[in-house]
Nanobody
Framework: VQLQASGGGLVQAGGSLRLSCAAS????????MGWFRQAPGKEREFVAT????????YYADSVKGRATISRDNAKKAVYLQMNSLKPEDTAVYFC????????????????WGQGTQVTVSS
């Protein structure tokens, strides 16, 4: 499975971004999808995940209420809408695919995109 993340950029605090992740796999709907992020000097951390059919979602406490993960299996894509962005949201955001839904650990995901940079200025 090849994943291509996009949609990052420079935004002011309080602004919004919508990240997208396009998959090459025909059987995209087999995979739970997740978003992770990694800030400079920090470990990669979980942001959000969505089940194969999109009926279950989970969020990190740090983004809960500000982020919405969604997917379109027909388009083989997953999205992360981020609102009320804060400088501490600055990171490279990665999308990932795995077979187990509801997992928060990076090791549970088998395929990773290349990442898209999100920078939030204060």
């Amino acid at each position: 499975v090849q994943l291509q993340a996009s949609g990052g950029g420079l935004v002011q605090a309080g602004g919004s971004l919508r990240l997208s992740c396009a998959a090459s796999e025909r059987t995209f709907s087999r995979y739970a999808m997740g978003w992770f992020r990694q800030a400079p000097g920090k470990e990669r951390e979980f942001v959000a995940t969505i089940s194969q059919r999109g009926d279950s979602t989970y969020y990190a406490d740090s983004v809960k209420g500000r982020a919405t993960i969604s997917r379109d299996n027909a388009k083989k894509a997953v999205y992360l809408q981020m609102n009320s962005l804060k400088p501490e949201d600055t990171a490279v955001y990665f999308c990932a695919a795995g077979l187990l839904p509801g997992t928060f650990t990076s090791g549970a995901y088998d395929y990773w995109g290349q990442g898209t940079q999100v920078t939030v200025s204060s």
